[in-house]
């Protein structure tokens, strides 16, 4: 793959600062791109190291205005690197057909250009659709339906009844459907409550590797479109994700939670059981949710609390040693003073 400068600029809607002829075959990071590359910088604070570069061309937002280099200037770097990019490195067509040592089940329907590899376990009454890919080891278990354009990766469990939408992308490892936490308690023993439910994934969602979203306790667990996830995150039972939501490593999802649209929930971020996260709201590294969340608050810190605050209480946690010294001083005087 080669272009122009003046090509991939058109292709981003960006605007060209410089000649428009340079041949570009490669996209790099900043310190590693070479003269037939191109590379981007997010903000200005990357200025004096554009010119350093080894790349011919950078990808800069429009508040940058000159170098010595050739720039495509966007609005958005992140998402022209991404269109960029995926011209570069487009995905390898996968072998089309069903490997004999995959296993498959009675009553197996399936769409175009479907691509099974070995190892691949498909249950009875599952439909797949068109160009969908299942790769080594994945398992799906009985009644799964499948859209169109979906590749799920190697070791990847699917289990009864669940279903995905289209453009789904399932990174190694996950499993979709496991049984949710539901036991009963008589004080002595816990008895499991049976998970009867599905999992739902909508269209366009990408699950990032090592997820477990279990399947509801009655209904459904259900992921909307556009949602994307990132590695290791658990989903508890009957949990609603809403469409473009983010959730970045490790985030842990207590059951019966509902999610609004265009959230973000970062790292390590917990969720108590029975809550509300709101439309575009923000969840901090590390914060543990225990009471709900309103439409566009950003709350950061254990427990939870909004931003604003936090960054307070941050600030007074390292002094406490020293006040809590200054207290007992002063409750000292006071004793003297009460017995005068």
């Keep these: 793959m080669e272009l122009t400068v003046g090509k991939i600029a058109e292709l981003v809607g960006g605007e060209l600062a410089g000649p428009g002829d340079c ?43 000159r170098s010595k280099k050739i720039l495509v200037r966007v609005e958005n770097p992140y998402l022209a690197l991404a269109k960029v990019s995926g011209l570069f490195h487009a995905v390898s067509r996968p072998v089309i057909g069903i490997s004999q040592q995959a296993h498959v089940g009675k009553k197996f329907r399936h769409g175009k250009e479907i691509s099974i590899y070995a190892g691949v376990f498909i249950g009875d009454d599952v439909t797949l659709g068109d160009c969908v890919t299942l790769h080594a080891g994945v398992m799906i278990g009985n009644s799964v339906e499948i859209g169109n354009n979906v590749v799920v990766h190697p070791n990847v469990s699917i289990l009864d009844r669940c279903q995905i939408g289209n453009r789904v992308i399932i990174q190694a490892g996950s499993v979709i459907g496991s049984e949710g936490f539901g036991f009963a308690s008589d004080g002595d023993k816990y008895y499991k409550i049976p998970q009867v439910g599905i999992v739902r994934i909508d269209d366009d969602v990408e699950i990032g590797a090592c997820n477990t979203i279990d399947r509801a306790t009655f209904g459904k667990t259900w992921i909307k479109r556009g949602v994307k996830t990132d590695n290791l995150i658990q ?33 390590q971020a917990g969720i108590a059981g029975h809550l509300n996260i709101g439309d575009r709201a923000t969840i901090g590294p590390q914060a543990g949710i225990a009471k709900s969340v309103p439409d566009g608050q950003v709350v950061t810190g254990s427990p939870g609390m909004p931003h604003r605050l936090w960054l307070r209480v941050s600030n007074i946690i390292p002094k406490l040693p020293d006040m809590k010294k200054k207290l007992r001083e002063l409750e000292g005087r006071i004793e003297e003073l009460e017995k005068v």
């Design 23 to 65: 041949i570009i075959r490669g996209v790099a990071a900043l310190d590693e791109a070479g003269p037939e590359d191109i590379t981007f910088a997010t903000s200005a604070r990357y200025r004096e190291r554009i010119d350093e570069t080894g790349a011919s061309a950078v990808i800069v937002p429009f508040e940058i205005d």
């Design 235 to 267: 989903i508890a039972h009957n949990v609603v994700v809403g469409e473009d939501t983010v959730l970045v490593a490790q985030v842990g999802i207590s059951g019966s939670v509902t999610i609004g649209n265009h959230a973000i929930l970062a790292a």
